[in-house]
């Protein structure tokens, strides 16, 4: 919901969309197509079915093997002194088994 835009003082809210014709990374605008579609069904199509998203900026997590990712690689060159500088990041990071508890207790819902 957080890309396209200029900076901002103001929290986003559930009434923010990512600005998909903003120059965005294919990712992102994939990502807020898909959703955008997901609602439109429900809204047309979902015959009282109910949707829920789950939007973390960035999700970071134990890694199962040796090979990290471009964004782990940071965060673990930041802690252990590797990387010369401190990167300037606005995300908010969540960790995978804390997603993955919350889509287990919706579905017990």
């Not at 939007?55 to 590797?82: C, E, F, Q, R, W």
């Amino acid at each position: 919901m957080a890309y396209g835009h200029e900076p901002r003082d103001t929290p986003f809210t559930e009434q923010d969309w990512t600005n998909v014709a903003a120059d965005i990374a294919p990712y992102q605008r994939s990502k807020t197509l898909a959703e955008r579609a997901a609602w439109d069904f429900v809204a047309g199509e979902g015959r009282g079915l109910e949707l829920a998203t789950v939007n973390p900026t960035a999700v970071l997590g134990p890694v199962l093997g040796p090979d990290y990712s471009p964004s782990l690689s940071s965060i673990a060159g930041m802690l252990d002194g590797s990387l010369p500088a401190l990167l300037k990041f606005a995300t908010g990071y969540v960790d995978v088994r804390d997603v993955a508890s919350l889509h287990l207790l919706t579905l017990k819902a």
